[in-house]
């Protein structure tokens, strides 16, 4: 039985190979993202290839997520949005963009979002590219929620980006905003995603906390489309039991729902 929610591994160093990415897609990995702060083109074209044989023999369908920068810092701990950013699409985006495009990615994150207008001259910079790739605003800087309902508008999904979002606002008041953002997504028809330190712990033990579970079954129970693996599968140790343990905890999540509604990507 699969779960109707989706799953969204992301692709690192640990997961390059094309037999763990066949094994990834076999315990229900439903889509891939490619996190654009690391990596060279080269390896990430290697990452594409290796998704796409696989999918391929599989006869999968499994999007490729291309996750751009935007216009961070690099700190000891990770990074933070860089305050000093006249514009949310660096340079680095559009060279990555284009990249992207002559792969044939099929949806484009834009990071740190801020406004409806940060989306549209995205698309416009697509347009000039040649392709317009749908995009996945990430919500992830206090602007973004002030001006959520118009991103949502704009944008062809969202992303809740707790990691970066958690560095702006309470933590405290992260579920409720997680919570707020998918009821608006549903209201819209927009696919909503969940993310950051789902399954954290993973990255070095075989199996989660049970906080972690229970953050996956608050997220399916209260509506989202899809919940990701960032570094837990780019990086971690265990990279095929986190997919295989959070396909099992929104299936059991997706028993407790009586209608179950994916606006799926």
Known sequence: MQSKAQIIATIGPATKGKEIIKEMMTHQMDAVRLNFSWGTHEEHAGYIKNVREDAKEAGKRIPIIQDLSG???QKKTGHEFNQQAQEVITEKDLADLKF???QGVDYVAMSFVGSADDVLKLRE???KLGQV???IAKIERKIALDNIDEIIKTADAIMIARGDLGNEIPLEQIPFIEKDIIEKCKIAGKPVIVAT???????ENPL???AEVTDVAFAIINGADAVMLSEESATGH???EAVEMMERGILEAEKHLKDIKINPL
């Open 71 to 73: 216009p961070r810092v």
């Open 208 to 210: 989660p906390t049970r």
């Open 133 to 135: 790739i749908p995009i």
């Open 238 to 240: 265990h990279p095929l």
């Open 197 to 203: 330190q789902m399954m954290l712990s993973m990255m």
């Open 100 to 102: 992207g495009i002559e």
């Open 125 to 127: 910079k697509m347009r």
